[in-house]
């Protein structure tokens, strides 16, 4: 599965960005899509995540700012992201579990999109 993130950028502090991750290949049907961050120096950590249920769940630093959403029609997870701080500059990266059903059996997995940059700063 490939997914392609896109919508970085700058922002100012208290602004808005939207982030998007569209996955293409060939799969079933995608279950959790995650969105993930990491800043300088700083290990990756996990921002929200959204499940084939429609379910989602948020770093406690991200609720209330933070909506996550999908369009299963178009394979594709959003992150909206709100009132941005300067402590939410980082790196963007988007996962997605998926599952293909084939003749030879039934293959789950996990793949990771390339990084979008967002900067919070005046």
């Known amino acids: 599965v490939q997914l392609q993130a896109s919508g970085g950028g700058l922002v100012q502090p208290g602004g808005s960005l939207r982030l998007s991750c569209a996955a293409s290949?060939?799969?079933?049907?995608?279950?959790?899509m995650r969105w993930y961050r990491q800043a300088p120096g700083q290990q990756r950590e996990l921002v929200a995540a959204i499940f084939s249920s429609g379910g989602t769940d948020y770093a406690d630093s991200v609720k209330g700012r933070f909506t996550i959403s999908r369009d299963n029609a178009k394979n594709t997870v959003y992150l909206q992201m709100n009132s941005l701080k300067p402590e939410d500059t980082a790196v963007y990266y988007c996962?997605?579990?998926?599952?293909?059903?084939?003749?030879?059996?039934?293959?789950?997995?996990?793949?990771w999109g390339q990084g979008t940059l967002v900067t919070v700063s005046s």
């Open positions: 290949g060939s799969f079933s049907r995608l279950t959790a």
């Open positions: 996962n997605a579990d998926y599952v293909s059903y084939a003749d030879s059996g039934t293959v789950v997995g996990r793949d």
